[in-house]
């Protein structure tokens, strides 16, 4: 590192933290606890911290679920209540993915404040991000986050080791983590040649239909993955996509994208384990929408449309923008964290494609008459 850049990475990295610890703090501070409805998911979640298997009480794919209940128990083991418990789970998960995810992209960029303001991003792209910080008791949701980001990390490293650990605790946080484990892992094998990694990849998946025959969530599963017949139309398909506000889980990406689109198909290029995980992923609530319901959708597509936004920031960070650019990008990550308006944010993204086809033409025009 140059000289004359230490003072400046080192204030870049006080100022990037205060950011993000800061962003944690107001986010678990304005978070209200919703109520627990007799019957529902809360209930269902709070019976599995002390039963752990099978019961025809509980909806077999949520009696899978049962990593979080098992700590939630460990908790409570030291007189912390279930409630607190989940919330307490809820939050760890939250802070272990902002503070990973920062992590990882500082590896790239140590010298600015790039790293933080696209995690900032990332994190406030859509209120289903914080979801489980109200709604404590889906802690399954906030878990996912801080386990498909280790995934990611043991993926970059050819870790089929890690991969398959993770994947199988995954199995029982939720069922889509199988998916990013099982790619993952297909790839390692797929690059590596090696037996061992094509027998992790055996293991999982044995370790997978296992637990599903154990809950008997096989049928339960199936519907949430086959619509009915007259459901796939493009009609029908149109309405999901209005309804369901995927629009605006994609829409503060979509500048990020287009400034490096090469490296965000580089990115996928080199771990398309990631670009499977995220389309199924993604798909699986528009295939089950009529069961699910739009609060759901969202926060499920959300857990499979993350890693668009990592790819995104990865591609931005390579082009290594400048000053000027880089305290761009933090307000426009700032300004999106302060509201969720569509139309505030439908506007703050046309402003910064303006600002980025301004910027493209005057590079054109450099490189013209240079």
Known sequence: MNIFQKPFSCRASFISWLLLLGFIAIEVFKAKWKVCLPDGDCESYLQMVYHWGYSADILPHHAMRVLPSMIVYTVSQ?????????????????????????????????????????????LSAHWAMTYSLSHFYQATDALIYPFGLLMFYFLRQNNSSGILLIGLLGCLVRQNLFVFGFFGL????????????????????????????????????LAHLIPPADYISLSVLWSVWLESELTWLLLPAIPVLLRNPEGVFNFFKRYPAVLMYGLIVTAQPFIAF???????????????????YLAGAYSLISVAPNRKEQCLWVLYSLLLASTYSHSFRAMLVLFALLLLSVSAWRERNAIQSA
């Open 78 to 122: 030291l007189g912390i209540n279930e409630h607190m418990g989940f919330w307490l789970l809820s939050i760890t998960s939250f802070i272990l993915f902002a503070v990973g995810t920062y992590t990882l992209l500082a590896e790239k960029d140590r010298v600015s404040l790039l790293p933080v303001s696209l995690t900032l991003l990332l």
């Open 186 to 221: 297909m790839q390692i094998a797929y690059v590596s040649g090696k037996k061992s990694d094509v027998l992790k990849l055996i293991v999982l998946c044995l370790g997978y239909v296992g637990a599903t025959k154990y809950y008997q969530a096989s049928g339960a599963l």
């Open 290 to 308: 009529d069961m699910t319901g739009q609060a759901n959708f969202v926060r499920i597509a959300m857990q499979g449309i993350w890693p668009l």
